[in-house]
Antibody
């Protein structure tokens, strides 16, 4: 079955960096665009970043552009999010999300999320 | 950015009753609209895509309608497992979510 397992979250000071990972299994990872979506405590969902199935293109929300980098290693079935210059407002559960391979660009499967807390 | 607005913020419903959730887009998104359900401590789950198509294994009591800027999610007869948060999402122009509707037990 489809599994997305995030890791790498934790507590970090403002201005520092963190790298999240998402291990995918149960499907052909290299065929799917992948996303990161986050949810601040008690808040709604915010799209963060997307990467194409082959890693050739990426796009970001304005709130993280220039600070975050999404990447993937299809040989390892793993998605990454490098987060630099972290701010208090980046505190959130970060979800690894699969976009459908065709027929639209909605999200058909979500990982359980990894929490990131930015605090001094 | 397309802004998605959901109403009401909270909906109190008795088990067995119908629940109607609304979602409005700040500009037309065609039928590129999805609904997700989220329970406390869990990841969101896809319910509806294409405004009206149920995702795999989603019960028939969930139905979606609308196009353009006005959308509705209807739960025909609420079951205990249906209480939680519901989000709409447009995927016509990047991706944005509504702020959510909480469906609680009356």
């Amino acid at each position: 079955q489809v599994q997305l397992v995030e890791s790498g979250g934790g507590v970090v000071q403002p201005g520092r960096s963190l790298r999240l990972s998402c291990a995918a299994s149960g499907f052909s990872f290299s065929s799917y665009p992948m996303h990161w979506v986050r949810q601040a405590p008690g808040k709604g969902l915010e799209w963060v970043a997307v990467i194409s199935f082959d890693g050739s293109s990426q796009n970001y929300a304005d709130s993280v552009k220039g600070r975050f980098t999404i990447s993937r290693d299809n040989s390892k079935n793993t998605l990454y999010l490098q987060m630099n210059s972290l701010r208090a407002e980046d505190t959130a559960v970060h979800y690894c999300v699969r976009e459908v391979a065709y027929g639209g660009s909605y999200f058909d499967f979500w990982g359980q999320g990894t929490p990131v807390t930015v605090a001094s | 950015e397309i802004v998605m607005t959901q109403s009401p913020a909270t909906l109190s419903v008795s088990p067995g009753e119908r629940a109607t959730l609304s979602c409005r887009a700040s500009q037309s998104v065609g039928s590129n609209l999805a609904w997700y359900q989220q329970k406390p401590g869990q990841a969101p789950r896809l319910l509806i895509y294409g405004a009206s198509t149920r995702a795999t294994a989603i019960p028939a009591r969930f139905s979606g309608s609308g196009s353009g800027t006005e959308f509705t999610l209807t739960i025909s007869s609420l079951q205990s497992e249906d209480f939680g948060l519901y989000y709409c999402q447009q995927y016509n122009n990047w991706w944005t979510f509504g702020q959510g509707t909480k469906v609680e037990i009356k």
